[in-house]
């Protein structure tokens, strides 16, 4: 419900500041104190039309704020979350309009367009006035308020439900054709492409071994090459068999023919360096043994190499063709493979498939029969229902008719297969049409009041705000209007702007718009009433300027009627 509604600097409004609280609150006052600037500020709040007119005459901008506490569960909660806004206990809506017309919407201190404060205004506040098109005269609602009024829940739910597996049937239905005429499309391909990935046969995980494999076998001819170097410096390079080897032999021979000649056991001063010859020819003939161990050992087959590195380069080149990492290719295979497969068994699966459809319509349209009927027998009850309340508020001569009626199957939706609109007669012989076109200012409004006495129990607006309902009557006929209000109020929040002291006696709480002028300004004020104001107020509204003491009588008389106030502070 509505808590709190502040006010700056709109039109005659300086600052202001109301909390409302539950069941039914009327503003009174007289013609021109500023009532309408009160319901023009709250549709500021709400997303109504920025005007630079509303702005206070010596202020650049003008400000309204509405607090709003929803009930438990309430669909606003929903959309503020679709749109990343936080849904807190208090939702603050604010509007800010300057002086040249345009203005700025927050939602909770959040900025956002004023689309989204509108949606978010309209699932907290109706305003029913005599010159709107109030949500109850727009068809689009019809179907919902009368489900509310009338038709189980669990039949609703079945349609929505079934609804729901029909549209999955057709849409499983549609992919499968559109896979199998992009099949056939692209059959030459796909053969092709089919026939190319099987003879390749790639497998999971083999980029990664097959390129392990190839820097071994890589590691290894390096490795080889090594050691045949090593080994090439030891043996002999050309045809003269030169080499290490040789060179040593060669050197201990020279060395030899220093012992003297003739003198065969005369000692030899080049015996170390002969000796540590001996021992490098040794070390030469033992590196070059051990160096032929390891090339025996470290022989590559130069065509393994050779054939790692082409399959890897061809599972490569695959994947570059066909635009997927070479991990994705197997199971590239397979969806190709399904889908050249689905050409062969296509046929039978749509069969299937239009089966499948067939068979959700079927019971779609057997749920939405049942919800049909449902709806049926709960229009009549309504018609009776609001033709019960149509007398007291001067509507006698009005016929109000719930028509329930087969939409086209393209229009078929989530809640049914029925197209429901109110419609009304306000006269004898007349046909009956829309709400909005056929009844009168006065008339939609108490119309309009009767059917909220009937449907508020299924109203997910927590406040309603009536702008001057009772216009046009009094007696009986004012008072029927302000004993309705109070049984709405009984289930909502209910605001009214009233001339009518039969209605102004009913509310639990009242608030009086007045008019100050002073030397240099006029300004609207606010003031709630407490028990002797309220009696006075209530008198004027009988009497006029000139307040009598039979004028306070009656205003007791109509006020013994009210239920005690349920604590509205100003």
């Not at 309220?534 to 300027?545: N, V, W, Y």
Request: aromatic share 2%; with cysteine.
């Amino acid at each position: 419900m509505l808590t709190a509604l502040s006010i700056r600097d709109v039109v005659l409004i300086e600052r202001l500041d109301l909390t409302f609280g539950p069941g039914l609150t009327v503003l009174t006052g007289e013609t021109g104190a500023g009532k309408s600037i009160l319901l023009d500020s709250l549709g500021l709040a709400i997303g109504a039309r920025a005007e630079s007119g509303l702005v206070r005459a010596t202020a650049e901008q003008a400000a309204v704020t509405a607090c709003f506490t929803p009930p438990e569960d309430h669909a606003v909660g929903d959309l503020l979350d679709e749109h990343g806004l936080t849904a807190e206990d208090e939702i603050v809506l604010r509007r800010i309009v300057g002086k040249d017309g345009r203005s700025r919407a927050f939602v909770n201190d959040h900025p956002v367009g004023v689309g989204l404060l509108r949606r978010v205004g309209s699932l907290l506040v109706e305003v029913q006035g005599q010159f709107e098109q109030m949500s109850l005269a727009d068809p689009a609602r019809h179907a919902g308020l009368l489900d509310a009024f009338g038709t189980p829940a669990p039949l609703r739910q079945a349609v929505a439900e079934a609804w729901r597996a029909w549209r999955d049937a057709l849409k499983t239905l549609g992919q499968a054709r559109e896979a199998i005429a992009a099949a056939e499309r692209d059959e030459e391909w796909l053969r092709h492409a089919v026939d190319e990935l099987a003879t390749l046969a790639p497998r999971l995980g083999e980029e990664d071994a097959l390129a392990r494999e190839r820097q071994r076998l890589q590691q290894n001819e390096r490795r080889a090459e090594a050691i045949a170097a090593a080994l090439s410096e030891l043996t002999p390079r050309d045809r003269r068999g030169s080499g290490p080897a040789s060179s040593l032999r060669a050197a201990a021979r020279s060395l030899q023919r220093l012992v003297p000649t003739g003198q065969p056991e005369a000692a030899n001063p080049a015996d170390p360096a002969l000796a540590a010859l001996e021992r490098a020819e040794e070390a030469l003939a033992e590196a070059e043994t051990l160096l032929t161990r390891l090339a025996a050992d470290s022989e590559v087959d130069p065509r393994l190499l050779e054939q790692s590195e082409e399959r890897l380069f061809a599972l490569r080149a695959a994947a570059r063709k066909h635009g997927v990492a070479v991990p994705d290719l197997p199971e590239l295979l397979d969806t190709l493979a399904a889908r050249l497969a689905a050409l062969e068994t296509g046929a039978a699966e749509i069969a299937a498939l239009e089966q499948a459809a067939r068979d959700t319509r079927e019971r779609y349209a057997a749920a939405a029969g049942k919800l049909s009927a449902a709806r049926t027998a709960a229009a009549g009850k309504l018609e009776k229902a609001v033709a019960r309340e149509l007398p007291p508020l001067r509507l006698d001569k009005a016929r109000f008719f719930a028509e329930v009626s087969d939409l086209p199957e393209a229009s078929w939706g989530p809640g049914g297969t029925d197209q429901v609109r109110f419609l009304i007669a306000t006269n004898p012989g007349q046909e009956p049409g829309p709400l909005a076109r056929v009844a009168s200012g006065g008339e939609l409004s108490r119309l309009m009041l009767a059917m909220k006495v009937v449907l508020s129990a299924g109203s997910a607006v927590p406040t309603l705000v009536f702008d001057e309902v009772d216009s046009g009557v009094g007696g009986a006929t004012a008072a029927a209007v302000g004993e309705r209000l109070a049984r709405v109020a009984e289930g909502v929040q209910v605001l009214v702007v009233t001339h009518s002291p039969q209605v102004a006696a009913r509310g639990a709480a009242h608030m009086r718009v007045a008019k100050a002028s002073g030397r240099d300004r006029t300004s609207t004020t606010v003031s709630q009433l407490g028990a002797e104001e309220r009696r006075e107020e209530i008198a004027r509204m009988l009497a006029g300027e000139t307040v009598s003491d039979a004028a306070r009588a009656a205003a007791d008389d109509l006020l013994r009627v009210q239920r005690p106030p349920q604590g509205l502070l100003v």
